[in-house]
Nanobody, 115 residues
């Protein structure tokens, strides 16, 4: 069973930056397209960005130009670089395979954007 472990969240002021990490178990990691998702209080989980096996990236309109996914295949880790953070980016952030998610999700990492 794949294990997904997110980290790197925290409290940041509007306009600030964070880097999230997601460690993925399994030797097949380089072949995976990995996505980032988030869930704000009282809202459904939503897609944020993905990076494919060739390092092509895509981001949702709400974060385009501010968030970028990257990966380190040697470390089985995917990252989400978040810049120009806004209060509406506050959420728990998760990683998972994209678009067909693994059944199990990690615990997520909380990002709070507030002054």
């Amino acid at each position: 069973q794949v294990q997904l472990v997110e980290s790197g969240g925290g409290l940041v002021q509007p306009g600030g930056s964070l880097r999230l990490s997601c460690a993925v178990s399994g030797s097949f990691f380089p072949d995976l397209t990995m996505g980032w998702y988030r869930q704000a209080p009282g809202k459904q989980r939503e897609f944020v960005a993905f990076i494919d096996s060739l390092r092509g990236t895509y981001a949702a309109d709400s974060v385009l130009g501010r968030f970028t996914a990257s990966r380190d295949n040697a470390k089985n880790t995917v990252y989400l670089y978040m810049n120009s953070l806004k209060p509406e980016d506050t959420a728990v952030y998760f990683c998972n395979r994209y678009p067909r998610n693994f059944d199990n999700w990690g615990q997520g990492t909380q990002v709070t954007v507030s002054s």
